[in-house]
């Protein structure tokens, strides 16, 4: 009873590397997210994928790409990170209207 | 511009009190209003949630008031416990469109 699993946990890069956060649920649902969290900012939309081969923009797409690479997995990209991209990310994913379910986060640090 | 409205940003209540929590919309387009509540490390996850054809939605010690005429909903706690103590999300959306997060509360529950 998985849920969405994010990895990694926490990573620490420098200005202008790349890296991709991966996503996985495992509940059959067909729509994924992902969020940014900062403080006193709450949770801001990056990117969603409404059904497998669909991806979107939502509120802070900019430095980012996303990848929706079968029904259970949406991973992230960051191509040239900067400090800005300070963060913690939340993956979610959810069946139409019904509840989010949200993973346990990325700590990314960008120095 | 911030499409949902959430106050305070932060929350001290007595154990035993009541605590209450405000958000405020905009697009008189949303149609489901559903609050979030997380604890440290964690993330979010669904509490309750309410559709704009009641005005009252409760589970347990947690009410939604909904007031469609003033485009504002809230959250009370009561009885709250320090178990309690976590941030709470208020977020809306229209159809099957992304949740629109509020900035968040943080509550915390004193003995």
């Known amino acids: 009873n998985a849920g969405v699993t994010q990895t990694p946990k926490f990573q620490v890069l420098k200005t202008g590397q790349s890296m991709t956060l991966q996503c996985a649920q495992d509940?059959?649902?067909?729509?994924m997210y992902w969020y940014r969290q900062d403080p006193g900012m709450g949770l801001r939309l990056i990117y969603y994928s409404a059904s497998e081969g669909t991806t979107d923009k939502g509120e802070v797409p900019n430095g980012y790409n996303v990848s929706r690479l079968n029904k259970r997995e949406f991973s992230l990209r960051l191509e040239s990170a900067a400090p800005s991209q300070t963060s913690v990310y939340f993956c979610a994913s959810s069946e139409a209207r019904a509840s989010y379910t949200f993973g346990s986060g990325t700590r990314l640090t960008v120095v | 511009q911030q499409q949902v409205k959430q106050s305070p940003q932060s929350l001290i209540v007595q154990k035993g009190g009541i605590s209450i929590i405000n958000c405020a919309y905009e697009?008189?387009?949303?149609?489901?209003f559903p609050w979030y509540q997380q604890f440290p490390g964690k993330g979010p996850a669904l509490l309750i949630a309410?559709?704009?054809?009641?005005s009252e939605k409760k589970e347990g010690r947690f009410t939604i008031s909904f007031n469609k005429s003033a485009k504002q909903f809230s959250l009370h706690i009561m009885d709250s416990q320090p178990g309690d103590s976590a941030t709470y999300f208020c977020a809306a959306s229209r159809g099957n469109t992304p949740l629109v997060f509020g900035k968040g509360t943080r509550l915390s529950v004193i003995a």
């Open positions: 697009n008189t387009a949303f149609d489901y």
């Open positions: 309410i559709r704009p054809d009641v």
């Open positions: 509940m059959n649902h067909n729509s």
